[in-house]
């Protein structure tokens, strides 16, 4: 088969063919062939040498393309969407669609190049983002978005929130302070070892000090710059009157630090400068996974706010006007056509659509809409076109009150983490203390032993153990949990899932499938179940609607010419046959009895010729797995169960019915679920598990949050656990690990308290020296790992296995 020369897909019929660098090429569209005239104009040919990856086909530059990027020549919208200076050169950040390779990038940086008033212009091909330099009053930002559309890119204004910002450039300078660290602990290490094991003993003392001296220059960067984090919030705890664990972390390392360089100057027994950074090293490794925690929210709730589309069609009576969302006021006029998104909360004028409400209930299946309904902002057109009156600012929509739903829910912090601070505090705040006091007695009974064994008191009561406690038991229950397709992305997940006392479960997309399925066909022809279905495909070919998707995957009877009624049906012609599929009314069928016997079904009709043959009822499956979980959550683990749906309907009391669950809420709104989790929340520790856009507040409200395999993006970014296995069921499993971990966990933590509480007086009578004291602290570590790794034989059921 024949490729179109420019972006490489390929052509049954070589329609568009033009003599191009003194050779007939042939392309698959009028668009390809502009852009490859265009490259070889600017003597940029060798953009095809280069390219290693197919181009998407050239698109062409539309009215509304063209208005959308001279909207950006206002002075209004330069102002929001780039920076200028002194000199009135302006800087933009730009996302690009349609880069494939590095000859993209190449393409564009040098045609941009050789533009007059463009300054300078990069391209990072990782991410697809450019920077662009510009002067505006000699050539307009428009121009510069037209020419790169000229070649098959679509530019857009790029903007990144500050939060995020600071959150990379933390990041970044964590990563530095980790490599710092970790170069440090390893030749720490390596100068270590020869000490421990008595190689040196043969070679003398300059040998020993030697090797002191030179861990000291490792070690002291590690100190002064790894370790600072830990020292500069010490220090603002220690302002606000709030332990939190990073004072005894400093006093450690900056003790141990202080000590070995002590005893490296002034001579004595023991050094720890390899502790010193491997400790720094481990806890930076925890802040950084715990940074990218945090970026990722940032980046959710900055997605959510981009859904809303940037410009709309106003209808004034000028005509039709590009406008930006914001200028948008109540009382405003708007066309939308299939496809796109309500941008506005308003009121249908004219015309009537099938409406999707996913992203605000959750439910797939489609509304339909007519004159005097009215639509939310986030819900998107399926088929047909609307003229609506704006009854509200875009900064009052419905999107927008999700948006600061989702904010508020995840600043509120759930009881049982504000319990684990306070418990936190307590404990740091008596080391601290007891350390503190120990060394007032010792400098009175004995000056010169006060610092080290205030140092034995603080390295043997370090918590190390009760550190090592928790996190060691997690990470073995976490990799066990991979096993069974659960991925934990937050560290209070296990803890959580432990201690909770009452899950919610949206329905659609959770307990069911979340897509439509032919629950009963009702055959009043001679055709073949088959028959019938191709049909219908057929028919449906050409439809967006969610319905014409379950008919399409099956193999069609031949090319129908059709028309599309919206909110309606189909009509056309097929093999000399007329049909119509549709609603009853469109089909002409006055009887509704089919609906009647299957009220949580929706009923698609076929006609032939005017004949009533065949009724499809459509509705949503069970999700295989489902009752037995339900089962099995109030029986075994005597959790509470609650179904929280959108569905207005029956079919949210069937499900719950069948699967044995009492409490079931439908017509919830995200704020509906939203305040019935935090009053649940408020009582006892509980769980969200939910696959929509709209299931996010709720999820960011409870304590612990779980999105399925099949949810949106920006659903898993903010859940705190994903369920990649398909059958639902391994939650059973999920809930019983979790436990197990806890009590392992409470073993851990009785273990290094007692511990602790032991080696104290010891210490403080100066029976142990800080060389002991290590040992002791290892030891003590070694056992709370041992008894933690008894989680990664945790036994599970093959049944729930399966599918990973």
């Given at each position: 088969m024949e490729h179109c020369?420019?972006?490489?897909?390929?052509?049954?019929?070589?329609?568009?063919?033009?003599?191009?660098?003194?050779?007939?090429?042939?392309?698959?569209?009028?668009?390809?062939?502009?852009?490859?005239?265009?490259?070889?104009?600017?003597?940029l040919q060798d953009f095809y040498q280069f390219r290693d990856a197919s181009l998407l086909p050239a698109p062409p530059?539309?009215?509304?393309?063209?208005?959308?990027?001279?909207?950006?020549?206002?002075?209004?919208?330069?102002?929001?969407?780039?920076?200028?200076?002194?000199?009135?050169?302006?800087t933009i950040q730009l996302g690009i669609e349609g880069i494939t390779c590095a000859a993209c990038v190449w393409l564009l940086e040098q045609h941009l190049g050789k533009l007059p008033g463009i300054r300078s212009f990069g391209l990072n091909l990782s991410n697809h983002r450019a920077l662009l330099t510009w002067n505006q009053s000699e050539i307009p930002l428009s121009t510069i978005f037209i020419e790169m559309h000229k070649l098959g890119y679509?530019?857009?204004?790029?903007?990144?929130?500050?939060?995020?910002?600071?959150?990379?450039?933390?990041?970044?300078?964590?990563?530095?302070r980790i490599g710092i660290a970790g170069i440090g602990m390893m030749q720490s290490m390596m100068l270590a070892i020869p000490v421990y094991f008595g190689l040196l003993e043969e070679s003398g003392e300059s040998f020993l000090q030697l090797f002191w001296y030179v861990s000291l220059v490792i070690a002291t960067p590690v100190v002064f710059f790894s370790a600072s984090p830990f020292f500069k919030a010490a220090r603002r705890d220690l302002r606000t009157r709030h332990l939190t664990m990073d004072v005894p972390v400093s006093l450690a390392i900056g003790g141990a630090y202080a000590a070995s360089a002590y005893v490296t100057f002034f001579g004595g027994k023991e050094v720890y400068f390899d502790a010193v950074s491997m400790f720094t090293f481990f806890l930076l490794i925890?802040?950084?996974?715990?940074?990218?925690?945090?970026?990722?929210?940032?980046?959710?709730?900055q997605r959510l706010?981009?859904?809303?589309?940037?410009?709309?069609?106003?209808?004034?009576?000028?005509?039709?006007?590009?406008?930006?969302?914001?200028?948008?006021?109540?009382?405003?006029?708007?066309?939308?056509?299939?496809?796109?998104?309500?941008?506005?909360?308003?009121?249908?004028?004219?015309?009537?659509?099938?409406?999707?409400?996913?992203?605000?209930?959750?439910?797939?299946?489609?509304?339909?809409?007519?004159?005097?309904?009215?639509?939310?902002?986030?819900?998107?057109?399926?088929?047909?076109?609307?003229?609506?009156?704006?009854?509200?600012?875009?900064?009052?929509?419905?999107l927008s009150v999700l948006e600061r739903l989702i904010s508020r829910a995840m600043s509120e912090k759930p009881k049982v983490i504000a319990r684990a601070d306070r418990m936190s505090s307590l404990f740091v705040g008596r080391v601290l203390l007891s350390a503190l006091f120990i060394a007032g007695i010792w400098a009175y009974i004995d000056a010169s032993q006060a610092f080290a064994v205030t140092l034995s008191v603080l390295v043997a009561t370090c918590p190390c153990a009760l550190s090592l406690a928790t996190p060691t038991a997690l990470t073995a229950a976490t990799t066990r949990l991979r096993e069974l397709g659960f991925v934990v992305t937050r560290a209070h997940v296990i803890q959580t899932l432990a201690e909770a006392r009452e899950v919610f479960f949206d329905k659609t997309g959770t307990l069911t499938r979340g897509a439509y399925s032919l629950v009963h066909l009702e055959n009043h022809s001679n055709h073949s179940t088959e028959t019938l279905l191709g049909i219908a495909s057929a028919l449906e070919q050409t439809s967006t609607h969610p319905v014409a998707r379950y008919f399409q995957q099956h193999p069609p009877k031949g090319i129908a010419c059709s028309q599309q009624t919206p909110g309606a049906g189909v009509e056309g012609t097929l093999n000399q046959g007329y049909y119509r599929i549709g609603t009853a009314e469109f089909c002409g069928i006055l009887?509704?009895?089919?609906?009647?016997?299957?009220?949580?079904?929706?009923?698609?009709?076929?006609?032939?010729?005017?004949?009533?043959?065949?009724?499809?009822?459509?509705?949503?499956?069970?999700?295989?797995?489902?009752?037995?979980?339900?089962?099995?959550?109030?029986?075994?683990?005597?959790?509470?169960?609650?179904?929280?749906?959108?569905?207005?309907?029956?079919?949210?009391?069937?499900?719950?019915?069948?699967l044995g669950t009492q409490d079931v809420q439908t017509?919830?709104?995200?704020?509906?679920?939203?305040?019935?989790?935090?009053?649940?929340?408020?009582?006892?520790?509980?769980?969200?598990?939910?696959?929509?856009?709209?299931?996010?507040?709720?999820?960011?409200?409870?304590?612990?949050?779980?999105?399925?395999?099949n949810a949106s993006d920006m659903t898993q970014v903010e859940a705190d656990a994903l369920l990649l296995n398909p059958n639902i069921e391994v939650l059973i499993s999920v809930f019983k690990l979790a436990r197990q971990t806890d009590s392992i966990i409470r073993q851990n933590i009785t273990w290094a308290f007692g511990y602790n509480l032991a080696i104290l007086p010891l210490a403080a009578c100066g029976w142990v020296s800080p060389y002991m004291a290590a040992i002791g602290m290892s030891a003590s570590s070694l056992l709370v790992v041992l008894n933690a790794l008894r989680l990664s034989r945790f036994k599970i059921d093959r049944a729930h296995s399966e599918g990973i």
């Open positions: 020369f420019h972006c490489r897909q390929p052509i049954e019929s070589a329609v568009f063919s033009r003599d191009i660098g003194g050779e007939s090429r042939n392309f698959c569209c009028a668009g390809c062939q502009a852009v490859s005239e265009l490259v070889y104009a600017d003597g530059l539309q009215a509304k393309d063209e208005n959308f990027y001279r909207l950006h020549d206002r002075d209004d919208v330069l102002k929001r969407v780039s920076q200028v200076n002194a000199d009135g050169i302006n679509r530019p857009y204004p790029f903007s990144e929130s500050e939060e995020e910002k600071r959150i990379a450039k933390e990041q970044r300078t964590t990563l530095m925890g802040r950084f996974l715990e940074g990218r925690a945090r970026m990722e929210a940032s980046r959710t709730r706010s981009q859904s809303t589309p940037s410009l709309v069609t106003l209808i004034t009576p000028a005509g039709d006007e590009l406008r930006m969302i914001e200028d948008v006021l109540t009382g405003d006029v708007l066309r939308l056509i299939s496809g796109e998104m309500v941008p506005v909360d308003g009121r249908i004028m004219e015309g009537e659509a099938a409406i999707n409400e996913a992203a605000l209930t959750g439910e797939f299946h489609p509304i339909h809409k007519k004159v005097g309904d009215s639509v939310l902002s986030g819900s998107l057109i399926v088929d047909g076109g609307l003229v609506i009156e704006a009854i509200r600012p875009a900064s009052e929509s419905n009887t509704d009895s089919i609906e009647r016997r299957y009220p949580d079904a929706t009923a698609v009709y076929l006609c032939e010729n005017n004949h009533y043959v065949a009724a499809f009822l459509l509705g949503d499956e069970t999700r295989p797995g489902s009752p037995a979980l339900i089962r099995a959550l109030n029986d075994d683990l005597k959790l509470s169960t609650v179904i929280l749906t959108g569905d207005t309907s029956d079919a949210g009391r069937t499900l719950a019915a069948a017509g919830q709104k995200p704020d509906d679920k939203l305040a019935r989790i935090q009053s649940a929340a408020s009582i006892h520790p509980v769980v969200m598990v939910g696959d929509g856009l709209n299931d996010i507040p709720a999820m960011a409200g409870a304590q612990l949050s779980i999105a399925m395999a």
